[in-house]
C-alpha cells in the first residue's frame, strides 16, 4: 500500500472516529468541509504531532456557530429570561470545540464569574444531551472584552475566509438566523444590583473635576444639620469674591454629608450669574498632580499663572489631602495669598476643622480660618426622609412611606450610604422585576428588625436628651424654670412630637403634668431657632442619633 493510500485511509478513519466523539452529521453539513481544510489536517496527520492530531477532530467555524446556537436555545429554554439576558445573550460564545474540552468566551470577569459559579453544572448537561458526551468547560475572558456579536462576525469571517481559499466558486455558508437569548440566577443578578451599589458609594477617581450640572442648590435638602452652610455658600454664589460677604470659606464634615454637591451648586449659579468668571474646581490631590506635571515639564511658571492670575474662583475638595505635601503647600500658600489679597472668591472643604488637619503648615492653617469656617452634621430623621423621598423621585423608583421611615431610622450618619440604599433597592427591583418589601429592604440592607425604631419612647427621649445635657431625669420633668433645664425640656418635648405617636396631651403629662399649650409653645419656639441657631441645630442632631 502506498503512501498516499495510507494517509486517505488514516483521514476517513480519522473522520470515522471522530464522529463517534462528536455527533455533526446530527445538525451539520459535512459538505462543508473544504478541501484546504481536509489537506491542512492531513498533513498535520503526516507529522503524527499530537496537538495536530486534536486539530483533525476539532471543527470548523460554522460547526462551532451552530453547536454554539443549539446550546443557547436549551439553555434558554431552562434558565430564566432575566439571567439568559444578563448573562448570556451578546455575552456568551463557544469559541472552539476540542477532543475533551469546550472553550467558551464571555465579556466581562463579572459575567465570567457567575457562570462559573452559577451555570457550570446546566451548561455541561445541556453539551452532553447534544454532543452525546461530557467535555470539560473552559470559560475565558474574551479579547479586549469583545461582545459576542463582534466575535460571532470573527467567525464568519473566519468561514468565508476558509470557503474562498478551498473553492472560491462554493458560496459561503448561510448566516445564521438564531436569535440569542440568556438569562442569570438569583446570586447573579444579586451580583449586579451589589456592584450598582458599590459603584456608587466608591466613585471611580479622576484625574480633572467635571462639575455636574444636577447638583444645584435645588437638588439640595436643606435642614437643620445644613442650613448655615447652605445659607453661606447662596450668599457666595449671588456675589462672590470681595463684593461679598463670604470671600474665603471653610466647610467641613465626615464623608457623604454634601459638602461637594455644595460645590457644584456654587459652581453652577455662578456660571449662571457671572458667565465671564474662570472657575477653577479640583480636589486636593489633582492640584498637587498639577503641580508636579508642571514641574516636570518645566512649566511651574504656567501653573502659578493659571491659579494665581488667571482664576476668580478657586474651589478645592478635600484640602487635607495636602498634609505632609511641603512643596504643594508652598504653592498653595502663594496662590492662596494672591487670589485673597486680589478679593477673589476662595472656598475649601475638608472632613477636618483647620486645627486638626495634621501635617499642614501653621501659616496655612491660619489662612484657612481667615474666612467662615462651617461644619455640616449628620442630618435629622425628617431631613433624611426627605433626601430619601428626593432621591426616590430622580429614580422614578416608588417606595412605600414605612420602607423610607424604616431606612431613614437606621442609617444616620451618611447621606450618600442613604441614597445608596435605594440605588441598591432600584437596581433589585428593575433586575429582579420585583416589588420592594419591607422584609426585603432589611435582607438587602442589613437592617435590624425594627425594634429599635419602634422602641423609642417618651422615656428613652427625656433620657438620651438628660444624658447629652449632664442633667437627673426629674429635674425635666419638674417646675425648674433654669435656663439649662428650660431648653433641655423643650428639645425634649419637640423630639417626643417627631418621633412619637402620641397626642400632645400626653406629652404634656409626661413632662411634669403640663397641658397640650406648653407642648405647642416648646415645640414652636425650638422650630424657630433650629432656623438660625446651628449649635441647636447640632446639639439636636446629636440627641437624635443616640437613640
Not at 63 to 71: H, T
Request: hydrophobic share 35%; net charge positive; glycine share 4%.
Amino acid at each position: 500500500m502506498n503512501i498516499a493510500l495510507k494517509h486517505d485511509l488514516f483521514f476517513n478513519e480519522g473522520i470515522a472516529n471522530m464522529s463517534q466523539k462528536f455527533p455533526f452529521d446530527h445538525f451539520l453539513d459535512s459538505s462543508q468541509k473544504t478541501e484546504t481544510t481536509k489537506k491542512i489536517i492531513n498533513d498535520r496527520v503526516l507529522k503524527q504531532d499530537p496537538e495536530l492530531i486534536e486539530a483533525a477532530s476539532s471543527a470548523s467555524a460554522q460547526e462551532i456557530q451552530d453547536v454554539n446556537n443549539e446550546i443557547l436555545s436549551q439553555l434558554k429554554s431552562s434558565i430564566s429570561p432575566q439571567k439568559f439576558d444578563a448573562y448570556f445573550e451578546k455575552n456568551f460564545v463557544l469559541a472552539k470545540i476540542n477532543t475533551d474540552t469546550l472553550d467558551f468566551s464571555v465579556t466581562t470577569p463579572f459575567i465570567k464569574t457567575m457562570i462559573d459559579k452559577h451555570f457550570t453544572s446546566q451548561i455541561k448537561n445541556v453539551v452532553t444531551k447534544i454532543l452525546g458526551k461530557s467535555y470539560k468547560i473552559n470559560i475565558k475572558m474574551t479579547k479586549n472584552h469583545m461582545s459576542l456579536s463582534s466575535n460571532k462576525n470573527n467567525i464568519l469571517n473566519s468561514i468565508k475566509n476558509e470557503e474562498s481559499l478551498g473553492n472560491k466558486k462554493n458560496d459561503g455558508p448561510k448566516k445564521p438566523t438564531f436569535t440569542l437569548d440568556l438569562m442569570p440566577t438569583k446570586d447573579d443578578l444579586n451580583l449586579k444590583v451589589e456592584s450598582k451599589y458599590i459603584d456608587y458609594m466608591n466613585p471611580s477617581p479622576t484625574n480633572n473635576v467635571i462639575i455636574d450640572h444636577s447638583k444645584t442648590f435645588d437638588s439640595f435638602i436643606v435642614g437643620p444639620s445644613n442650613n448655615l452652610a447652605f445659607a453661606a455658600v447662596s450668599a457666595v454664589a449671588q456675589k462672590p469674591g470681595k463684593s461679598g460677604k463670604y470671600p474665603s470659606l471653610y466647610i467641613h464634615s465626615n464623608s457623604g454629608l454634601g459638602k461637594t454637591h455644595l460645590l457644584y451648586a456654587v459652581a453652577n449659579k455662578i456660571r449662571e450669574l457671572y458667565p465671564s468668571m474662570i472657575i477653577n474646581l479640583m480636589t486636593a490631590r489633582d492640584f498637587m498632580k498639577e503641580m508636579i506635571d508642571a514641574i516636570q515639564n518645566q512649566d511651574l511658571q504656567g501653573f502659578q499663572k493659571k491659579y494665581s492670575k488667571n482664576t476668580d474662583i478657586l474651589m478645592i475638595d478635600d484640602i487635607h489631602d495636602l498634609k505632609n505635601k511641603k512643596g504643594t503647600q508652598n504653592e498653595f500658600f502663594h496662590v492662596f495669598n494672591e487670589l485673597y489679597n486680589k478679593g477673589k472668591q476662595l472656598i475649601f472643604t475638608s472632613d477636618k476643622s483647620p486645627n486638626e488637619i495634621d501635617g499642614i503648615e501653621e501659616r496655612i492653617k491660619t489662612r484657612l480660618q481667615w474666612g467662615l469656617v462651617i461644619d455640616i452634621q449628620p442630618p435629622d430623621l425628617e431631613t433624611r426622609i426627605a433626601i430619601l423621598k428626593r432621591k426616590s423621585f430622580e429614580l422614578d423608583f416608588y417606595i412605600s412611606d414605612e420602607i423610607l421611615n424604616l431606612i431613614a431610622c437606621s442609617i444616620k450618619s451618611s447621606i450618600r450610604e442613604l441614597e445608596g440604599s435605594l440605588i441598591k433597592l432600584s437596581a433589585f427591583s428593575d433586575v429582579m422585576k420585583t416589588e420592594i418589601e419591607t422584609e426585603m429592604v432589611k435582607d438587602l440592607l442589613c437592617l435590624n428588625d425594627g425594634s429599635d425604631i419602634q422602641n423609642i419612647t417618651l422615656e428613652k427621649i427625656a433620657k438620651t436628651t438628660c444624658q447629652y445635657f449632664k442633667i437627673p431625669l426629674a429635674d425635666i420633668k419638674s417646675k425648674s424654670r433654669s435656663k439649662i433645664i428650660t431648653r433641655s425640656r423643650h428639645i425634649a418635648m419637640y423630639l417626643s412630637k417627631k418621633m412619637v405617636r402620641v397626642p400632645l396631651l400626653e406629652i404634656g403629662r409626661f413632662y411634669g403634668g403640663r397641658d397640650h399649650t406648653s407642648v405647642m409653645h416648646a415645640v414652636r419656639k425650638i422650630e424657630n431657632q433650629l432656623k438660625n441657631d446651628a449649635s441647636l441645630s447640632k446639639d439636636m442632631i446629636l440627641i437624635e442619633n443616640n437613640f
